[in-house]
């Protein structure tokens, strides 16, 4: 049995452990990813302001989820991409 979880984040693996694991995905992107582009307001998952695009396998489409109301544990083996991992294409 694993004593962590993998969480892919705009293309980078983060490994969390212990207790970490139970924060809500928007407060780890914004205190320790420093992706700050994701906002938090309601903090309740009506406003909107904290989506993030996720999706658990390669074969399925990104689809958006609030990140205020998912805690990481929710997310093992997910692929995270925020604000700041979106790319204009030429
Ligand atoms: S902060 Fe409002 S939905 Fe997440």
Redesign the pocket.
């Known amino acids: 049995m694993r004593d962590h979880i993998l969480i892919n984040i705009n293309g980078t693996t983060h490994r969390i452990e212990g207790d970490a694991s139970f924060q809500t995905l928007?407060n780890y992107l914004r205190q320790d990813v420093a992706a700050t582009g994701t906002?938090?307001?309601?903090?309740?998952?009506?406003?909107?302001?904290?989506?993030v695009l996720t999706r658990r396998s390669a074969d399925v489409d990104y689809r958006p989820v609030?990140?205020?109301?998912l805690n990481l544990a929710q997310l093992d083996g997910s692929s995270i991409v925020t604000v700041e991992g979106l790319r204009a294409s030429a």
């Open positions: 928007a906002k938090t307001v309601c903090e309740e998952g009506d406003c909107g302001a904290c989506t609030n990140s205020c109301i």
